[in-house]
């Protein structure tokens, strides 16, 4: 049997770039994660001084439960990423396998499985980063409400709305 190491590195090149995009995928996710958790802990300290209204530990107590369920679906996004991501790793060692012992036509099937729950896991990551992300919107809809002055203004960008019909930039 003879193994040509330079047709193995072509035929796994192209993989190798799926699973670089992999580990920068859980990255982001991990960047994600890292970013409520910190929220998370920054808010769940203010709320333990106790130096704020009632009205605003209220909302507080409100944040620290939202930024709870972001740090949980994020840590299961990136533990879904890292699955996917080893996932995609081992697609390429049992590729590999398959190129070395053409013989054992399984390692091709079991390749190509892999690779499929792979991309898939990702997408699923994905979906929760979605899912996230919504929450994300909510909570910046529900951040002003201790502060119903600035509440009244709507929606970003309706308070410079005058402004913004003299530039002729709405009706």
């Not at 990255?27 to 203010?46: C, G, H, N, P, W």
């Not at 530990?57 to 996917?84: P, Q």
């Not at 899912?131 to 951040?143: A, D, F, T």
Request: hydrophobic content about 50%; some cysteine.
């Amino acid at each position: 049997m003879q193994i040509n190491v330079g047709d193995i590195f072509k035929a796994i090149g192209p993989g190798a770039s799926i699973i670089f995009a992999a580990w920068i995928f859980v990255s982001f996710l991990q960047v994600r994660y890292d970013a409520a958790m910190e929220r998370y802990l920054e808010t769940i300290k203010q709320y333990r001084s106790k130096d704020d209204s009632d009205v605003r530990l209220h909302f507080l107590r409100k944040e620290i439960l939202t930024y709870r369920r972001r740090c949980a679906l994020m840590n299961v996004a990136s533990s879904i990423g890292l699955v996917s991501a080893a996932t995609l790793v081992l697609t390429l060692v049992i590729g590999e396998l398959a190129l070395i012992f053409p013989g054992l036509k399984v390692l091709t099937y079991v390749s190509a499985a892999l690779a499929l729950l792979g991309l898939l896991l990702i997408v699923v990551a994905a979906l929760i980063v979605l899912v996230e992300g919504s929450i994300i919107h909510r909570q910046l809809e529900h951040e002003l409400q201790d502060i119903p002055e600035l509440a009244r203004e709507g929606v970003a960008g309706e308070s410079d709305k005058p402004r913004r019909k003299r530039l002729g930039l709405v009706r």
